[in-house]
């Protein structure tokens, strides 16, 4: 039987951030309350986590300094802890896979706490944030997402961000994003994007879910989806097992995605999930079940390589 030892994974969604902005006495080195700690990234081996800057609106109206608040909790206690370090140009994305630190990536999960300030923006990019996931679920300043009603795509500030966006080398992420504004990214993006937290709409019915055409898409312009382990984007009725994340796998390859898969865990934004796959020190046992059925190659693509290649050629030069 093929192993699965050696196999670097990079993640491309958790909010472990706002948990910790919400009970400061929690340490990400082993706390239980948390589904991503250092220990539990060393375990499954992960070589590269994003970490969203998600601005819960039961905390209140999302503003500019509470996304300034959790980019210092990570500068405090993710990079802070020595044992992860900042991944922010493309000349790290190249060096990292060499390297046995793992890197941590920066990103905003709903640009609501800009204000609609692009001044913002550049200073979110100066500071390190590398990923604009453009809404959450509802309508923000810049556009719809996915659950607002009437489906709206950008608004003209939306639309220059998109602008600045493709200027500046901050990266796009429609994940949330209502189907209007994913086609009219399409048109109005210079480079491509992602979506970092995203599952297939043929398998699992969720509004979340990706649509084939939309995958498809996402494939010819040399973006990248990432499976999400939320049940209930597995699933439909949730209670989902590693092998339904499977049926998700084989239907983005069947459509051409199989340089163009990685994963977005979503760990800590979620409160039940998939059986075998509760927090990052899972990865390890989930590559050895997909050794078992697919070529080591595509697996390590899948884990690992495909999201390092987008990020080592669309991250922007180090200055």
């Known amino acids: 039987m ?14 472990v951030l706002s948990k910790l ?111 604009f996931g453009v809404t959450w679920n509802y309508a923000n300043w810049a556009a719809d997402g996915v659950l607002e009603a ?32 994913f086609w009219e990214l399409t048109e109005r993006s210079k480079r491509p994007f992602i979506a970092s937290h995203s599952n297939a709409a043929a398998i699992c019915g969720h509004p979340r879910n990706l649509s084939d055409k939309q995958i498809k898409t996402l494939i010819t312009m040399d973006g990248r989806m990432g499976l999400t382990f939320v049940p209930w984007f597995v699933r439909d009725g949730g209670g989902a097992k590693p092998d339904d994340v499977r049926r998700h796998i084989e239907h983005v390859c069947s459509l051409g995605g199989t340089k163009h898969l990685m994963f977005g865990s979503d760990f800590d934004g979620i409160d039940a999930w998939v059986e075998g796959l509760e927090h990052p020190g899972k990865y390890a046992e989930f ?28 991250l922007p030069p180090r200055p």
């Open 287 to 314: 590559a050895e079940l997909l050794v078992k059925y697919y070529p080591e190659d595509e697996v390590r693509g899948w884990l690992y390589d495909n999201a390092m290649r987008f990020l080592s050629e669309h």
């Open 2 to 15: 093929k192993t699965a030892g050696g196999f670097k994974v990079a993640d491309f969604h958790c909010d």
């Open 150 to 181: 009437r489906n709206g795509g950008f608004t003209e500030k939306g639309r220059q961000l998109i602008e600045w966006c493709n200027k500046s080398g901050m990266l796009l992420d429609v994940s949330h994003l209502a189907p209007t504004g």
């Open 21 to 131: 902005q919400a009970s400061p006495e929690i340490s990400f080195k082993n706390d239980g309350r948390l589904d991503v700690t250092m220990e539990r990234l060393a375990a499954g081996n992960v070589g590269m986590q994003v970490f969203a800057i998600y601005l819960s609106e039961a905390r209140g109206r999302p503003s500019f300094e509470s996304v300034l608040g959790q980019l210092d909790l990570f500068r405090e206690k993710i990079i802070g802890s020595e044992q992860l370090q900042w991944l922010r140009w493309k000349e790290e994305a190249v060096e990292v896979t060499a390297s046995a630190t793992a890197r941590g990536v920066l990103s905003l999960e709903g640009v609501d706490g800009l204000e609609g300030n692009l001044f913002y923006a550049q200073l979110c990019f100066e500071l390190g944030v590398r990923l």
